[in-house]
Structure formats: C-alpha cells, structure tokens
Nanobody
Framework: QVKLVESGGGSAQAGGSLNLSCAVT????????WSWYRQPPGKDREFVSG???????TYADSVKGRFTISQDNVKNTLHLQMNSLKPEDTGMYYC?????????WGQGTQVTVSS
C-alpha cells in the first residue's frame, strides 16, 4: 500500500519562504509523475507544479519564478521550495504521484501566508 505524507507547511509572512516535503512509502511502480496541488480556502483544488520522471518540470503561471519542485529518487521524497510567498499562496497543499492507471494523494499540509 503506497502512502504519501506531506510536511513543512505552516505560517509565513508575505515575502517569506517555506519548503514542503512529501515522503512516499510502500511499494508501487506507479511513479511516473510527481506533482503538487493546492486548494485555497473556498476554492477548488488547483495544479501548482509537476515533475515527470525522465522529463521536465512544469509550473502554474502564478508560481513561476517563485517555486521550485525537486525529487529525491533515493529517498522517494518530493519537495517544493516556495519563495517570495504571497497571501494568495494560502491553502492546503497536496502531493500526488501518478501513472497511466492510478493517482495517489497525500492528506495535505496547510500553508498560511499573511500580509
């Protein structure tokens, strides 16, 4: 049973930084794409950044130049370095690992950015 656990969320001032991590445990060969999503208060879940194994990374326009996604293949961990945070970055952040036939999600970690 694969399990994803996010950490690193918390509160930050606008302009500050946070580094999110997502630890993946359990055997799975469904690890083609690793991504971060977020759900702002009262809104739908939205894509933040994704990384394709053996490929490149993509970012939502709202976070380009401020967020950096990275993956540690040895530790099976996904990271999201968030710099120059804005109040609109506030939300629950989820990691996702997926392949052609399945997608696995973590429980989320809360990020709150105050102005």
């Amino acid at each position: 049973q694969v399990k994803l656990v996010e950490s690193g969320g918390g509160s930050a001032q606008a302009g500050g930084s946070l580094n999110l991590s997502c630890a993946v445990t359990g055997f799975t060969n469904c690890r083609d794409t690793w991504s971060w999503y977020r759900q702002p208060p009262g809104k739908d879940r939205e894509f933040v950044s994704g990384l394709v194994i053996g490929g490149g990374s993509t970012y939502a326009d709202s976070v380009k130049g401020r967020f950096t996604i990275s993956q540690d293949n040895v530790k099976n961990t996904l990271h999201l370095q968030m710099n120059s945070l804005k109040p609109e970055d506030t939300g629950m952040y989820y990691c996702q690992v997926k392949c052609a036939w399945a997608a696995n999600w973590g429980q989320g970690t809360q990020v709150t950015v105050s102005s």
